[in-house]
Structures are given as C-alpha cells and as structure tokens.
C-alpha cells in the first residue's frame, strides 16, 4: 500500500533533538529536518496532543544547512546536528534551555544566557564506547548504535568525536576478534563473549586507555592481543579486561583484569591532575569541562572562609578543583570506588582541606553530622534524572546562602528550579556550557540565592 505522505515546514528544534511542525493545529515531531525548510513526511503516531513522523524527503532546503562531515551521519545515533552550522547549534540549545524553564518550571523571567561554545567541534571526546553486535549472517559488527534502535549495531569506518588513534585502535580489534574466532555475544540469547570496546585518552596527558568489556571468562589469545595491541599503538599506556554477565547491556564490569600498565589513564583540568579507572565517571570533553567548572566558579565568588559541601561529587574533580576558594570542602558520593578514586585525586594533588563520604546523598543529608557541620556553599551535579525530591527538600533545609546547581538536562533542572524558587531562592541567570557539539545535549550552570 503506498504511503500518505504530508508536506510540513519545519519551524523549530525540540528538547529531545526531533524537528517541529504543525499539522492541522496539531504538533508533528520529526526525525529530520531543520528550521526553515519543508518536508514531505509520513505520520507514524497520532496522538492526542502531538503527531510523530518520519521525514521521506526534504523538499526545500535550509540556509544554515551544512554538509556533514561523518559518512555514518544518516544512521548513527549520536551527531544528530551535524548538518546544522555550529553557530545555530548554540542558539537552538539556549532557546532549549529557555523553553524548559518557561513551559517546565514556570520561570519566563530568568535571564538565559548565550550558550558557550566548545573550542573543538570534532575530536573532543575523552572516552568513547563501541559495542559488538551479532549479525544474522553469523558475522559481527563492531561500532555504534543505529539511530533511533538499542538493539542495533553499525560496522564503524570512522567516527569525528574522537581521536584517529581510537578508529584506528577500533579496526585492530575487529580484525583481531574476527581472526581468532573470539565469539561475540548475542543480546538476545545471552551467548558469546565479546560485549563492549571502550577507549579513554587523556587529552592534555596522550594517555590511551583500551577497556575490553566481555562475558564472564578468560580472555583468549590475551597475550596476543596486548603484544599485538601495544606493539602498533605505542600511545596505549594501559589494557584492562571487566568482565560482566549482567543481561543490561552497559558497559561496565563486575570483575576487573589489567592485562597491560596501571589500570588507570590520568587527565589534567585547570591544572590539576585526576586519575581515571576504567569504570570512572568523568567529563568526556577534556577541554570544554575546563570552561564549565571555570564558569561555575566565577559565578560562584566564594569567599576564603566558606565551608563546602559538594554533593554527587563522583571521583572528587569539583571537590578539588573548588578546594584552592574555601577553606574547606566536604563530598558525598554513593559509589564506593568513586569514593576511593576521590580520595586518591585529592592526595595525588596534595589537597589537604578535602574530605569524602560514602553515601546516599538523600541519606546523607539528613544525618546529624550537618547539624553540628552547617555549610555556607551547597554544589549538586546530578545525574540527568536531577535530584532526587527527597534530597531536594534536605538540602533546602540546610539554607545555604549560595546553592550551586550544574546540570546535565535542562529539564529535570527546570522542574528543580522551579521548586528552589518557591523555597525562598533567587537565581538571576543560567549559563548554558555546550559539553557535546553536534548532539542535542547541553549543560548549564545556575548560582541561587536567598531573597
């Protein structure tokens, strides 16, 4: 049966990263298409409030529309906006921004300001992970996600958010996997071996991390692949093997090998050094992550005297990096190895005024210690689900006289905003920090205050 297809004119970029367009009175959400250009394109969900659509053929074409550079730009998952200019990029992630806060947290009178560009739009990524996939042919695909599908994995040629050295580190280790026979698992069946490729380099330090991550069991041909390994990438300072036999298809493991070096790649941000394992959390823009924590400091103005409290604080790099303005700095970190890489970092640069907590940080803050410890200073970077409302309201309670929130999603932030506010808090301004070029994410950094 031949398919309906509608003409739309596109007028806008959504949250998620879908373009908008007006059917009938009714909003359509497409999965291509930018700002100023008509489409022809077939309506795949109707609902109540909005329609979805898959966008057949772009009809008229865009002024800002670019070429994009990535061969794998109409499949892959990841620069969805490779094909809009970087200047419009910034301005579609404020206006994001903007329209979370107005529409989510009811707040159309805060101040967002323009976003802040990343000096490199290509390269950028400090990690990066690629995933095996069985295909039906009894091959396998070794790469990144197909656009829009969990469950599907494209054979990777080369990708622009990280170094050269990765593709080519990539290559090596499909050909040696196809060579040895190694099986790859299947996320159906739960069979196989081989799961995730992940690669970390330092991008002031040239350190190069490989993290294998497979199904439970010795690795075969292991010398071989560090011999092999090593021997063509010399910038490879360190090979680890995690195990995991976990159904979830993350990239994490279980058990942990380190087959090759010490386990562990360091990277340094506004001049100091944090040691990074294989299943750390860390910004992935080296170099962007430098202006966002810049910028939350100047907003901040912390006085030598503050007392700090730094909550989800990871593997320690707010903590220390904001230890040289206060007189004394206290994180809380659920992850009992973040705990410990934190702790590390702060010996590793002679940080003395630092301590850390294993906890919930809901749990945490309502212990007696905050009672007899008040802090002048709350910092939260949550994960992108925001805080959690139990420990949105303790820390309210807690009536810091600077809340410093950095967020990774506007739109949890704007619902946190939104209730900040009516507890009695002032926020000024927003800062949008573009951590990923050519992604629909962006970051932001907010300072309330007390009225």
Known sequence: MEKKLVQLEISDLAFDGKSVGHLEGKVVFCDRGLPGETVLAEITRSKSRYNQAIVHEITEKCEVRIPPVCSHFDRCGGCIWQDLSYQEQLHYKQKQVVDCLERLGDLPSVRVADAIGAPEQFHYRNKMEFSFHVTSGGGFNLGLHRRGRFDDIFDLDRCYLQSELSNEIVAWVRRFVNAEGIPVYDVKRHTGFMRFLVIRQGKHTGQTMVNIVTNYGAFPGQEKLVAGLTGTFPAITTIVH????RKSNIATGEIETVLYGPGYIEETINARRFR???NSFFQTNSLQAEKLYKTALEHLEADPGDKLLDLYCGTGTIAILFSSYVSEVVGVELVADAVAMAKENALINNVD???????????????PYLTENPFDIVVVDPPRAGLHPKALRRTLRLSPKKLLYISCNPATFARDAKEIIAAGYDLPAVVPVDMFPHTKHIELVALFHPV
Do not use: E, P, T
């Open 242 to 245: 995690n195990q995991n036999s």
């Open 276 to 278: 990074i394992r294989a």
């Open 353 to 367: 005024n630092v301590q850390f907590i294993q906890a919930s940080v809901q749990d945490f803050l309502k212990s």
